[in-house]
């Protein structure tokens, strides 16, 4: 009789199990949380890279100089950022995660991009028929980039069985526009195991 | 009393077997049920053929073709940026359901392989890739199509591990289009070695199926070679392939390129083959079903482009030409997969039945009437696993022609193995850039009438 009992509660607990594991589940999580699902670029990968690669550049020597040599800060503009890995990495939001790290910084005049710039001359062309004389905005009076920041995402994949090493590099130069000279090369790595589960249920 | 009613059951031999014989031709397998979308197929209406997939009724474990058939048919109607969403969605049921299922396993062995989720062939995962790489060319993304000839890389390599001996673990086109794509890019040295890559593969497909080297390839091998520095190699390749370097260099300065790739007609279709027999001693029946390729041949031998300038002054100009070749033979890959595949799947078949007849045997032992109806699920369950992606061409063709840079009106003409024109289609107009190259690719789905009905 007890054994029946337990039989029944084992298979009631079964079932609550069953039916409640296959409701959709949503939960909100910081956003600067790592999370790591299948391995590939994320989120927290864009952010970490660009963090430290901007913390890098203006810890080197080359800013200092510029600052004491020019009495300002430096203005950059980011370039071309190539993904040459075998991901659809989306450059964009990596572009912007290194503009805001940038920013942020308080240590660079940042310069819009030239898509940006080519809606806010035609905004000023508008401005120079339509906007009262006290509020229009003169044209060529921008702020020219000093330098160009450039750069590329690579990924060698090493694997075995189920088991896959992804190694990322991320190269960024900064260039000088004046001269071409390359200022600063900074590069960051990322090494991930991943390993696939053989067998499911 | 129940002894008896057994022995009277396990008795019952024409009557009930003819009934089991009459209900199995009513289950349907998986390339049974695609006629409606085949219909649409044969007349080249693509959108009828996405209606009728849309209609189709499919379980959670034929997803991966559901979204391959969609993400083709979409790719047929320019539809090329919903195409590759498909196309991802696929990928990513290739690496959820990688990994071996306990239960699926379990129900194949005692069901049948039908039961499990079905993740696609080799050579239909490498297709994936390469079609999300042509998709992303006609949308002039060449970093989009880069990536996924990476990914491909990485998908090669993983066969090769698994099976370093086998052809099979080489890819022919996916290797050339790496190479096309490299050399656009003008990653030389990665383009020699793509090309390298191909022509070797072309040479070990060639030894098992008959595929020719294309001679668009044996040009490109001499052209890289000469580009990156390699002339001991290049000069190889000239005397192998009787080419010369000066000749294939006449009048491309200035020029773009048009890479043309045609689909030519529809992939084999899997089929099933049943044996059944009657065990004498227990009087249960046994049927072993096993698949096979069934080839659904193309009228369509090779196709001709035409590409005629649109500028007033050039239209007296005669018209550039080039004639399609073939460089991928997805018909016999698939079935020379298969039959490599045969061994495995003749030995799950035949330890299904000794499972089947042991429940059946069993059942039998405790009650007559069970014994028979175990037996006849198990007969009626057995069925071959004809899953294959059907919207897959028979062969892909591909024509690379130089031209000067303009815009040009574009039409091909499909012609039979006799040299006569089967069809002529407008291809509208295209625009060539310097030292670009611009992709066009045309399909034609309808088939010789070998298809069963």
């Not at chain 1, 960051?188 to 067998?199: D, E, H, M, Q, T």
């Not at chain 2, 070797?200 to 098992?208: E, F, N, R």
């Not at chain 2, 040009?408 to 024109?421: C, G, K, P, R, T």
Request: with cysteine; charged share 25%; aromatic share 8%.
């Amino acid at each position: 009789m007890l054994i029946r009992k337990f039989k029944l509660a084992a298979l009631a607990i079964f079932i609550i199990l069953a039916v409640t594991a296959c409701a959709t589940q949503v939960q909100r999580v910081a956003v600067n949380k790592d999370i790591d699902l299948s391995g590939a670029w994320n989120d927290t990968d864009s952010r970490m890279v660009s963090e430290a690669m901007i913390k890098d550049m203006l810890d080197r020597p080359w800013f200092r100089n510029y600052a004491r040599k020019h009495n300002r800060q430096p203005a950059v503009i980011v370039g071309r950022i190539r993904n040459l890995s075998d991901e659809h990495i989306n450059v964009r939001t990596f572009v912007s995660d290194i503009e805001r790290a940038m920013i942020n910084s308080g240590q660079i005049n940042f310069v819009a991009s030239s898509n940006q710039r080519k809606e806010i001359r035609s905004e000023r062309k508008d401005q120079d028929i339509n906007a009262s004389e006290s509020t229009r905005k003169a044209m060529g009076q921008e702020m020219g980039a000093d330098f160009m920041l450039k750069g590329s995402i690579n990924t060698i994949v090493d694997m075995e069985g189920k088991t896959q090493l992804r190694y990322y590099q991320i190269d960024l130069n900064l260039i000088s526009l004046a001269n071409n000279r390359m200022v600063w090369l900074g590069q960051k790595k990322i090494k991930k195991l991943i390993k696939n589960s053989r067998l499911r249920f | 009393m129940l002894m008896r009613e057994g022995q009277s059951l396990r008795t019952i031999p024409a009557i009930a077997m003819a009934g089991i014989f009459l209900v199995l031709g009513g289950c349907a397998t998986y390339s049974q049920s695609f006629r409606a979308v085949e219909r649409n197929l044969l007349k080249n209406d693509p959108t009828g053929a996405l209606q009728a997939l849309e209609k189709q009724p499919r379980s959670s474990r034929d997803q991966f073709l559901y979204v391959c058939n969609k993400a083709m048919l979409l790719r047929m109607l320019g539809k090329f940026k919903q195409s590759n969403e498909e196309i991802k969605k696929a990928k990513a049921i290739v690496q959820k359901y990688s990994a071996i299922s306990v239960s699926e396993q379990t129900s194949s062995f005692i069901i049948n392989d039908a039961t499990r989720t079905y993740i696609g062939s080799p050579v239909e995962q490498i297709m994936l890739n390469v079609y999300a790489a042509l998709n992303y060319l006609q949308m002039n993304d060449l970093n989009g199509a880069r990536v996924e000839i990476l990914q491909e890389d990485i998908r090669l390599r993983a066969l090769m591990q698994d099976d370093p001996d086998s052809p099979l673990s080489v890819d022919p086109f996916a290797r050339y289009l790496s190479g096309i794509i490299y050399e656009d890019l003008g990653e030389w040295s990665d383009a020699m070695i793509a090309y390298r890559k191909a022509y070797q593969a072309y040479q070990k497909h060639a030894a098992l199926y008959g595929i020719a080297i294309p001679q668009q390839l044996k040009r490109s091998l001499i052209r890289m070679a000469d580009k990156v520095g390699l002339y001991n190699e290049r000069r190889k390749y000239e005397q192998e392939f009787d080419l010369h370097l000066a000749a294939l260099q006449k009048g491309i300065q200035n020029t773009g390129e048009l890479v043309f790739i045609f689909n030519n007609g529809l992939a084999p279709i899997k089929r099933e083959s049943s044996v059944q027999v009657i065990e004498p001693k227990s009087g249960h029946m046994i049927r072993i079903s096993l698949p096979y390729y069934e080839k659904r041949n193309t009228p369509v031998a090779y196709a001709r482009l035409y590409l005629q300038s649109v500028r007033p002054h050039l239209k007296n100009v005669p018209k550039l030409v080039t004639k399609t070749e073939k460089v991928e033979d997805i018909s016999s890959l698939e079935i020379e997969t298969l039959k490599s595949q045969m061994a495995a799947i003749t030995a799950r078949a035949l330890a299904r039945a000794v499972a089947k007849d042991k429940l059946s045997d069993e059942a039998s032992q405790r009650n007559g009437l069970a014994g028979l109806i175990v037996n006849i699920a198990g007969v009626l369950t057995e069925r071959a696993d004809t899953r294959s992606w059907l919207t897959l061409p028979a062969q892909i063709q591909c024509a690379r022609l130089k031209a000067p840079a303009g815009l040009y009106s574009a039409h091909v003409e499909l012609l039979d193995h006799n040299n006569n024109i089967v069809l002529r289609r407008n291809l509208g107009k295209i625009k060539l850039t310097t030292g670009h190259n611009d992709y066009l690719s045309f399909r034609w789905t309808s088939i010789e009438a070998t298809t069963r009905n």
